[in-house]
């Protein structure tokens, strides 16, 4: 589920410049669509490499986690206190991180 939400604001941040720059809603609908193919392919990937190697996946997940972290860190919040909009910028991450805590501990 959280990788389903984390695709909202994904496919937006693909569909909305190419109706800005006056492409149809079908046509950037369709273009976020088909952006987002590689996805179910690259998890057979992905899952076949887990079962090849199960010892290093605590290392590799670290790893994943860390660079995510990173970004967010570096790149997502100062970007998002730059405007006047710092107020509803901060309530998105809380309500964010607060969807992603019901769900770890919901789903265990």
């Given amino acids: 589920m959280g990788i389903g939400i984390q695709n909202i604001p994904e496919g937006s941040a693909l569909s909305l410049p190419l109706k800005a720059e006056g492409k149809s809603v079908h ?32 290392y590799a ?11 967010v860190v570096e790149e997502l919040i100062p970007e998002s206190q730059s405007q006047n909009n710092t107020d509803k ?10 969807i992603m805590m019901i769900l770890d501990v919901a789903l265990g």
């Fill in 89 to 98: 910028a901060t309530l998105g991450l809380m309500v964010g991180f607060i």
């Fill in 27 to 58: 046509k950037a609908f369709t273009m976020a669509h088909l952006s987002a193919i590689v996805e179910p392919l690259a998890a057979m990937v992905g899952a076949g490499a887990v079962i090849l190697m199960t010892q290093l996946l605590p």
């Fill in 61 to 71: 997940l670290s790893f994943a986690a860390g660079a995510m972290i990173f970004v």
